[in-house]
């Protein structure tokens, strides 16, 4: 019995380990498809972003870790980023900049907005702990094609992040 569940427990860290150096390492066709994506989709999606922050902050995206494996033949669909990442960055950038005070306050304290994806930390759907507003930095860390439904939770945890801040 003790030796199943080692055998279960040392199956389950390789299967982790694998699923970790799989996402920082996309393959070809993720490359592809995420490129496509930062080139077609991306930069109406920022033009949003930043139409309803009220200033063009800068939007740096980690495109290589929300390349994940296989999913590549998602990746222009609403569900995969869209919904997920950058329709509550809108949202929330509206909701905080819907008068001068919050326009004026993202202005002056927000520099730029960073959006990854890394497995580590907190479960995907703890939108709360996976967002976090320090010097300047709006860093969004929403796994891709997950819970697209939360797109008010997800913008409830940036407005929160930023909102305490501002």
Do not use: C
Not at 32 to 38: G, L, Q, T, Y
Not at 62 to 72: C, E, K, M, Y
Not at 119 to 130: I, M
């Amino acid at each position: 019995m003790r030796r199943t569940l080692t055998a279960y427990t040392l199956t389950a860290l390789v299967a982790f380990t694998s699923m970790a150096v799989a996402q920082t390492s996309p393959g070809l066709a993720e490359r592809r498809a995420i490129a496509a994506f930062e080139k077609d989709n991306f930069p109406p999606l920022q033009k949003s972003v930043q139409t309803a922050a009220g200033f063009e902050v800068p939007i740096k995206v980690d495109w290589n870790s929300l390349a994940l494996p296989g999913d590549d033949k998602y990746y222009g669909q609403d569900d995969y980023l869209v919904k997920t990442v950058f329709t509550p960055l809108e949202n929330a950038m509206k909701d905080i900049a819907r008068d001068e005070m919050g326009k004026q306050a993202l202005r002056e304290k927000l520099k730029t907005i960073t959006v990854h994806y890394t497995e580590a930390g907190s479960p995907a759907s703890a939108y709360k702990e996976r967002v976090k507003f320090e010097a300047g930095t709006l860093d969004v860390n929403f796994r891709p094609f997950t819970n697209s439904a939360d797109v008010d939770d997800r913008t409830k945890a940036i407005v929160d992040a930023l909102g305490a801040a501002l």
